[in-house]
């Protein structure tokens, strides 16, 4: 099938890159960025080995939304604080035989974008990392593919035309059946965002500091206890289950740099979406990823005291951030404190059953052993059921 035109809504990093792409491979491509913000240069990308891809002369940058009724395929690229108003526009405008594939951190969007733009809507997941440069380049920072799910006739077939385009731009896009699971999965990855907007450090330096990825570790546990409790089985959108990951998190440096190298090929100037949004003096979308597992808990009574104490720092940087001011970002150390004494102070509470499973994280070498169930069950706060999770049985 011949695309009239792609459009992609947010030239950001991630929407930037992929519309350069397929621009490169010789496809027609809109990137339209909300009414405010004026088009910059063609955004150039390069992907994680290096290679520059220059968008063509036919791809179109706009503001207009009136252009987005020549569009057939659409790919929403826009920080999900956007969501509500994009869905908004994409309703009056968008023709009802474009297919609409919501490439956004967390679990809500594409419900948002379905509710005003129907069946047509598909949830996308970039596996990768992409940051903007000095220069404006969107650079992909780790390697990865893209996820989408599947659409009913007669959007199906578009959505295979897209695997295409993306097959001739050099990326991989898989259609999924079970992109609730996929979504899942990618938040929990996705809870270092708030571990690296609090400290400052970008993905590599924090896979290389031992009280990051113990943060980080804790944040993800909490995120399996609470899916659990809610009925979600998060799948894998990496080389490690997610049941693994905070045992892997928490083995010696030697074991988990290497392996992020391998695994990921994490390039050293790499910085996760919630950190560029600090830099550029925005709000960001912890709400949507750390704040969620916090939300999940509390709709249940429970409490994710590692999810809350990222979430509370980030949420002060924003406020200096957004007024004028440098964040005061605290040392992997630091927050490694903080956690620890929001555990301990859980451990106590009668008001959180799941914080005080949460509790055995402070035994770090049972942690990094697989949580052994019978580390878990000697501790104060034993739970079988938890340790099921945990564990991944």
Known sequence: MAFER?????????????????????????????????????????????????????????SDPQELAGINVCLVAVKTLAVPAIAETLSKHLAPSAVVVSFQNGLRAAGVLRAALGDRVVPGIVTYNVYIDELGRRCQATTGKLLAGIAPEPWKRRLTALQTAFRAAGETLELRKDMDRVAAGKLLVNLNNGVCAA???????????????????????????????????????????????????????????????????????????????????????????????VEMAQERGDFAPANEVVTGIVREHELRVTSGRAPNYVSPAELRRRVESAFLSARSSSRSVVSQASCATLDERSMAMGFLPMAWRASPCGSKRATAVVLGT
């Open 199 to 293: 400290t400052g450090l970008g993905i590599a330096a924090s896979l290389a500091d031992r009280d990051a990825r113990f943060c980080y570790a804790a944040c993800i546990r909490e995120g399996l206890v609470q899916m659990s409790r809610a009925g979600m089985r998060p799948a894998s959108v990496t080389a490690i289950p997610p049941a693994l990951l905070p045992t892997v998190l928490l083995l010696p440096n030697w074991v988990v740099t290497p392996m992020a190298r391998a695994v990921a090929g994490v390039r050293p100037e790499a910085r996760l979406s919630t950190l560029q949004d600090l830099d550029h003096g925005r709000l960001t979308e912890m709400g949507d990823l750390n704040g969620a597992i």
């Open 6 to 62: 792609i459009g992609v809504v947010g030239a950001g990093a991630i929407g930037g890159y992929l519309g350069a792409r397929l621009s490169a491979a010789g496809y027609p491509v809109t990137l339209f960025q909300r009414a405010g913000k004026e088009p910059g240069p063609p955004p150039l990308a390069v992907n994680a080995k290096g290679v520059v891809y220059a968008p063509s002369p036919s791809l179109r940058q706009t």
